[in-house]
């Protein structure tokens, strides 16, 4: 999994939530967000404190998180979310998507990814080239193909602001996660030159105007 490190208050970032993050490094539990906010954090405490397996969790999500929705989520729209975590039960990594725009007891299902951004028909290519390229899955590169993605959706902006101009929410840094049976690691594998206050600037456009 991939996520970006970039500073804002857009309510498209992709964001995460680790365990290491809330003191609970034994769980194999990662919550992607589009926001991080007091609604995401208590979610995941709930759902880390429930069980101790993704599987459990995938059994009785459903009434769990519409049990959520109604305790803490009534004062702010909901918004989508992962859970991503080890499954002893498939030997695999699983991936439950939790829509709160679904009918109650049908907000949770398993997907295969998350995306946070789409892409480019000539980005898409490339990296679906990086894949048929591989003999086998294990063959991909996954740090230079989740890099691709994030330079990828780097350069797509995002819908216009109150302002009405355009601006880019994928920067600060790219970093990688990995969910195994032996538990979660996360790195930074790269760092853009972004500043945090300031606007990013994928294309130079700031410095040029500048100068």
């Avoid at 208590?42 to 993704?54: N, P």
């Avoid at 193909?145 to 994030?150: I, Q």
Wanted: net charge neutral.
């Amino acid at each position: 999994m991939w996520t970006d490190g970039a500073q804002c208050d857009d309510a498209g970032l992709l964001q995460v939530i680790a365990p290491n993050h809330l003191s609970m490094p034994k769980k194999k539990l990662v919550l992607a967000a589009k926001q991080i906010e007091d609604f995401a954090i208590g979610w995941h405490a709930r759902l880390a404190a429930v069980s101790g397996t993704i599987d459990d969790i995938a059994d009785r999500g459903a009434v769990l998180f519409d049990e959520q929705l109604s305790r803490q989520f009534r004062r702010m729209p909901a918004r989508v979310s992962w859970l991503i975590g080890w499954s002893p039960r498939q030997e695999a990594g699983l991936i439950l998507e939790f829509d709160p725009s679904r009918p109650a007891g049908e907000r949770m299902k398993k997907v295969r990814a998350v995306v946070s951004h789409e892409l480019a028909e000539e980005e898409r290519l490339k990296l679906e080239a990086l894949v048929a390229h591989a003999a086998s899955p294990r063959q991909v590169d996954m740090a230079a193909f989740g890099l691709a993605v994030m330079e990828s959706q780097r350069g797509i902006p995002a819908p216009p602001g109150r302002d009405g101009r355009r601006h880019f929410r994928i920067g600060g840094y790219a970093s990688q996660i990995e969910i195994s049976r032996d538990g979660i690691r996360q790195t930074v594998l790269h760092q853009w030159p972004d500043r945090v206050g300031r606007p990013i600037d994928p294309f130079g456009l700031v410095l040029q105007q500048m100068v």
